[in-house]
């Protein structure tokens, strides 16, 4: 499987914007579905974008659109996430993930996890 390290993740105030970054090595991830999960105390780990290996298509959960952007760069080996205008509810552990199937990543289709990256947004 591809090992991910993601990076960006700090403390900003709302309505700022942060760029996380999840590199990739052991294995190429053009042939995989990236994605960036997030984790906030007490709650379950959810679905925030994906991009599809095949043709670059996104999904994003209906609470960052318009506000979040994923993008990769397969020479690079690495996958972004663009995050602006960001609100205290945004606050969480951000995992990069790397799995099959279309743009919307299920939990159950992950085959690599990042250890996570902190982001906290302070109103």
């Known amino acids: 499987h591809v090992q991910l390290v993601e990076s960006g993740g700090e403390l900003v105030q709302v309505g700022g914007s942060l760029r996380l970054s999840c590199a990739a090595s052991?294995?190429?991830?053009?042939?995989?579905?990236m994605g960036w999960f997030r984790q906030a105390p007490g709650k379950e780990r959810e679905f925030v974008a994906g991009i599809s290996w095949s043709d670059g298509s996104t999904n994003y959960a209906d609470s960052v659109k318009g506000r979040f952007t994923i993008s990769r760069d397969n020479a690079k080996n690495t996958v972004y996430l663009q995050m602006n205008s960001l609100k205290p509810e945004d606050t969480a552990v951000y995992y990069c993930?790397?799995?099959?199937?279309?743009?919307?990543?299920?939990?159950?289709?992950?085959?690599?996890w990042g250890q996570g990256t902190q982001v906290t947004v302070s109103s």
């Open positions: 993930a790397a799995g099959i199937g279309g743009s919307y990543i299920f939990k159950i289709n992950v085959r690599s």
């Open positions: 052991g294995r190429t991830i053009s042939s995989y579905t």
